[in-house]
């Protein structure tokens, strides 16, 4: 699409209000709209899917407000004057694993994350399905990697000490009539994209492997390779099996400002100090335009799109053992109408996601409605559903170009600098495939200014904490034999021991927080939802620390549990 037709298409719904030029290779809209969801309209209407020009978006909106990007209140000099071969800006999936693969080589390697654990944004904040691709195809580099990266999960948990199931997933069919069409759709996956493991199974053989499910459903597509993962797991397991092999991550630590000098970044202003890097990796999510634009390099946009899921109780998890929706024969505008069911490697049900775009990169808020609108959907899948079996539920921001794909490539501008942005689903299941890539990337850029060999105490082993309700009476028994604190249960919903929690503080990458543990270890995921052991796990916190229980936060430091004695 030239510009030309751009700009007659927007001038056709928005009559003058919004334009388009080119402008460095990238499509920069600029003009006045009200809303939100009209800017992202226009900018979709410019934007072609999986393109190379990217639309920029330079809209004033009238209905948005601007609102600062949160900052830690810490404030030291601990960062200050290092000068790290490699800048990994961003603790999400994609940050960590390629802080892993780097890690490989003789490298200075520093991570900053602003927020104060891993994995608090969209990395902690999906669904954790391991997709099979089945929806992509060629041409885009979520096509190009999912397949790499879906085959790589059992190495890689296996190394990372992370379960994984492969559970299998099910798209669900209503209408018979159609079977002939999406057993032709089966086959072009198949044969033309390389989703190799598709095939259609019948609405009998359905009922038999998932006797929970509506019965009118006449065929589902199948898709063996689907699996499912702890998402913030995976992320903590990546960043530990780095940091044990040298990598440094620094959490609390904000990118502020970047001075660039002759097309390269030659410092990085954070509230911890001035960074002098060699090289950076730009995996700042949501935040990874706003990092371009301090590198400028800023070639793409981010709409941030909200996503919420619903987790159900483990009695619910006994309904069904695989990953399902149902799927309208409609033609849809939207980019999701309710998620799916997927069931969880810790045997809960979660439910989810929605779509809803917002210009709020960090309002992780929950509504009503999606909660509402994702069970209608979903209650057509499984009859049996029900919002009484909600335990807990959350919302995620995640952080698509308005092409729907990755970038993944050396900075356009900026010559030390290299993108991971627009990641979105399925950027889980691409994550290790694509921190090959960025290594490789890394390495070839600091060869050019240096010698670059290989880390030869590189070990890929990362060993979790035990997990000792899943260790049979003779292990677990030996467990408590050697150290007894594994024998005093603090979690009754999750059966999590003071001995697992005192492994989670004497972890490579230990955030003293009741939330740290939880997201570690699983204390509060059950159905009471830590409403009997988060006084315990606060409890040993402080001890552990030898400080005041005032002083334990829940996850940041504005999260305050007490506030002191009162009696």
């Not at 007659?8 to 402008?23: I, M, Y």
């Not at 990697?145 to 559970?167: H, Q, S, T, W």
Request: hydrophobic fraction near 35%; include cysteine; proline fraction near 4%.
């Amino acid at each position: 699409m030239n510009l030309n037709q751009i700009n007659k298409k927007l001038n056709a719904r928005f009559h003058g209000a919004v334009r388009a030029k080119l402008s460095d290779s990238c499509i920069v809209l600029s003009g006045q709209l009200s809303t939100w969801q009209e800017t992202v309209e226009a900018c979709q209407l410019a934007a072609t899917k999986y393109s190379t020009t990217h639309v920029v978006n330079d809209i004033s909106c009238t209905e948005v407000k601007n609102i600062p990007m949160r900052t830690p209140k810490l404030q030291d000099n601990a960062l200050d004057g290092k000068s790290p071969d490699v800048l990994i800006i961003g603790g999400g999936i994609s940050g960590v694993s390629i802080a892993r693969e780097l890690s490989k080589w003789k490298l200075n390697i520093l991570l900053v994350e602003k927020e104060s654990d891993l994995a608090l944004q969209a990395s902690g904040r999906n669904d954790g399905e391991v997709h099979p691709g089945i929806d992509l195809s060629k041409g885009s580099k979520k096509h190009y990697y999912i397949r790499k990266g879906n085959a790589m999960f059992d190495d890689i948990c296996r190394e990372l000490d992370v379960p994984f199931r492969r559970v299998g997933q099910y798209v669900c069919f209503n209408k018979g009539f159609a079977k002939p069409l999406v057993y032709l759709y089966c086959l072009y996956r198949k044969k033309h994209d390389g989703i190799s493991d598709t095939k259609l199974i019948s609405g009998v053989d359905l009922k038999q492997i998932e006797p929970n499910f509506a019965e009118e459903f006449k065929f589902a597509i199948s898709n063996p390779s689907s699996g499912c993962v702890c998402p913030y797991g995976l992320t903590i397991a990546y960043a530990e099996n780095a940091v044990q092999n040298g990598a440094e991550i620094a959490l609390n630590t904000a990118v502020l400002d970047m001075a660039v000098e002759n097309g390269a970044i030659k410092s990085v202003t954070t509230n911890r100090g001035i960074i002098y890097p060699k090289i950076v990796i730009n995996a700042a999510g949501v935040f990874a335009e706003d990092i371009a634009k301090m590198a400028k390099d800023r070639f793409f946009s981010i709409h941030p799109r909200r996503g919420t899921n619903s987790i159900l109780d483990k009695k619910a998890g006994t309904y069904m053992h695989s990953i399902a929706s149902v799927k309208d024969l409609t033609i849809s505008k939207t980019h999701s109408k309710g998620g799916g069911i997927l069931h969880t490697v810790h045997n809960n049900l979660l439910i989810g996601p929605d779509a809803v775009e917002t210009y709020e990169k960090e309002n992780t808020e929950t509504h009503k409605e999606s909660i509402e609108t994702v069970f209608s959907k979903q209650k057509r899948t499984m009859p049996k559903l029900s919002e009484r079996d909600i335990i807990t539920y959350f919302t995620g921001v995640r952080a698509p170009t308005f092409e729907e794909d990755f970038i993944i490539e050396n900075g356009r501008k900026t010559k030390n600098l290299i993108h991971c942005a627009g990641i979105q689903s399925p950027g889980l299941t691409t994550a290790p495939a694509v921190a090959l890539d960025i290594e490789k990337m890394a390495v070839q850029m600091l060869r050019r200014i240096q010698t670059v060999e290989k880390n030869p105490n590189f070990s890929p082993i990362r060993h979790g904490i035990p997990v000792l309700k899943d260790m049979d009476d003779k292990h677990r028994a030996e467990m408590i034999r050697k150290n007894p604190d594994y024998g005093v249960i603090v979690c009754r919903c999750e059966e999590i021991s003071k001995g697992e929690i005192l492994d989670a503080l004497h972890s490579p990458i230990c955030v003293p927080t009741v939330d740290g543990i939880k997201k570690r270890i699983r204390p509060g995921m059950g159905r009471c939802q830590g409403g009997f052991c988060s006084p315990l796990v606060t409890q040993i916190i402080a001890e552990y620390l030898g400080v005041p229980l005032s002083e334990v936060k829940k996850s940041s430091e504005d999260a305050v549990i007490t506030f002191g004695r009162t009696k």
